[in-house]
Nanobody, 117 residues
């Protein structure tokens, strides 16, 4: 069982930067894809970015060029620049096994990111 604990987030003005990080309870380097999702009030949860153990990353179109995901053996980071109010949401860390996604899929508790205009 992998436990994920997010930290970071908070309140920032539009145009500012924030970073969030997610510490896994066990090494997930080799086999797990790690990523960040977000959910704004009244909206569905959406994938923001994810990164494989080999370092391949994908991003939500609206965050490309502004957000950067990175990882090491136990932590995944999301650096968020040029934030705007539409980025306001609860951000959730996710980790799943690249061959057993349904069986081995874990979530953090979420951290709030609020961008004021």
């Amino acid at each position: 069982q992998v436990q994920l604990v997010e930290s970071g987030g908070g309140l920032v003005q539009s145009g500012g930067s924030l970073s969030v990080s997610c510490l896994a309870s066990d090494s997930v380097f080799r086999y797990y894809v790690m990523g960040w999702y977000r959910q704004a009030p009244g909206k569905q949860r959406e994938l923001v970015a994810e990164i494989t153990s080999g370092g391949n990353a994908i991003y939500l179109d609206s965050v490309k060029g502004r957000f950067t995901i990175s990882r090491d053996n136990v932590t995944v980071y999301l650096q968020m620049n040029s934030l705007n109010p539409e980025d306001t949401a609860v951000y959730y860390c996710n980790a799943y096994h690249d061959k057993f996604r349904r069986e081995l899929n874990y979530w953090g508790q979420g951290t709030q990111v609020t961008v004021s205009s």
